[in-house]
């Protein structure tokens, strides 16, 4: 769990960052995204970097959103910039280079095909869509173990513009603004639905997308189990994630939007959740119950009063120790 004070002292390595994005135009959330109701809790009222956004949970179907995100121009600049890179290797303390990035991610892409794959015949050059794609390391193993064709969507060109992606082909572009003219056998949404502009409307293009056969994966970063163990909203929101789900509601989600759940990947880190889905009947109707929602607000506000009383209290000095060690260790790596 991040302390409250090196919250603070994060806080203060992002100001400058923050002071550029403080002018960046935003957008207004009104509705719920999902279910367009207005009936909200508010969570927090700035982000983990110190900008001053909303954060609220909606008291319908349970979705976490942003109130003020940035407008769709401003989210493009953002990640094209490299901005977003900017702000989380600031966050962190530690700026990420492209290929430290690709080896982090071979392991995960080993584990997302092992779970699909029992699910995909051989494509034989059937399309595949990565969305997010970032540096094509998880499109590239399905192509190669599996013969697909992949497609790699990302709003950043510096990411998905490199020599690995070479023979695959290549769009930056966010996917709510890409005009596709094809279905795909396997749609890839990997860490990424919490960075979707427009949620509901995504999730119904991705739909649309798939082959009546086709599987679509997308996993979520389960809001409620990060809270647990990073801390209360204010320290886990981000300005670069406009929505929250949990394993829950995103299964509900999926109902209301015409996906059926094939498989959940219990394998993955505690706190996430990866769905394998196909096409099914929509159920608009599908709510979580409101006892369900009322008891996630009550318990994320015990999750902030419980991190207000370790932040009057001071850090262990040998906590401090190890903590100033580790982050020495990773500078040298």
């Given amino acids: 769990m991040i302390h409250p004070t090196d919250l603070q002292r994060r806080r203060r390595r992002c100001r400058p960052i923050v002071e550029r994005l403080a002018k960046a135009p935003r957008a207004s959330a009104t509705d719920c995204n999902t279910c367009g109701s207005q009936q909200r809790a508010v969570l927090a009222t700035g982000d983990r970097y110190g900008l001053p956004v909303r954060t609220a949970l909606c008291l319908e179907c349970g979705?976490?959103?942003?109130?003020?995100?940035?407008?769709p121009e401003s989210y493009a600049d953002f990640y094209a910039s490299g901005c977003y890179r900017e702000v989380t290797g600031q966050f962190s303390r530690r700026r990420r280079l492209l290929r430290q990035i690709r080896a982090g991610q071979l392991g995960y892409a080993e584990r997302v095909f092992h779970f699909l794959a029992p699910y995909l015949p051989p494509a034989a050059d059937?399309?595949?869509?990565?969305?997010?794609?970032s540096t094509g390391l998880v499109a590239d193993l399905f192509r190669q173990r599996l013969g697909f064709t992949p497609v790699l969507l990302d709003p950043a060109a510096n990411e998905i513009d490199q020599?690995?992606?070479r023979g695959m082909q290549r769009i930056a572009?966010?996917?709510?603004?890409?005009?596709?003219?094809?279905?795909?056998?396997l749609i890839l949404l990997c860490r990424t639905v919490e960075h979707l502009q427009d949620l509901r409307g995504a999730l119904q293009k991705v739909r649309e997308l798939l082959t009546p056969d086709g599987i679509f994966f997308c996993d979520v970063a389960d809001f409620l189990e990060v809270c647990?163990?990073?801390?209360?909203?204010?320290?886990?929101?981000?300005?670069?994630?406009?929505?929250?789900l949990t394993q829950e509601t995103a299964r509900y989600l999926f109902r209301r939007l015409g996906f059926e759940v094939v498989a959940i990947d219990g394998a993955a880190p505690f706190e996430q959740v990866g769905f394998a889905l196909r096409r099914g009947e929509a159920d608009p109707a599908a709510r979580l119950p409101r006892g369900w929602i009322d008891a996630q607000v009550r318990r994320l506000r015990e999750t902030g009063a419980d991190w207000m009383a370790v932040g009057r209290r001071a850090v262990d000095p040998l906590d401090w120790l190890r903590r100033r060690s580790y982050r020495f260790k990773k500078l040298l790596s």
Avoid: K, M, N
Avoid at 63 to 71: A, D, F, I, K, R
């Fill in 63 to 71: 979705l976490v959103y942003l109130v003020e995100p940035l407008t």
């Fill in 228 to 244: 647990r163990l990073e801390g209360p909203p204010e320290a886990v929101s981000r300005i670069d994630h406009c929505f929250w």
């Fill in 173 to 185: 572009a966010s996917f709510e603004t890409w005009q596709p003219d094809r279905r795909f056998e």
């Fill in 163 to 165: 020599p690995e992606t």
């Fill in 126 to 133: 059937a399309p595949l869509l990565d969305i997010g794609a």
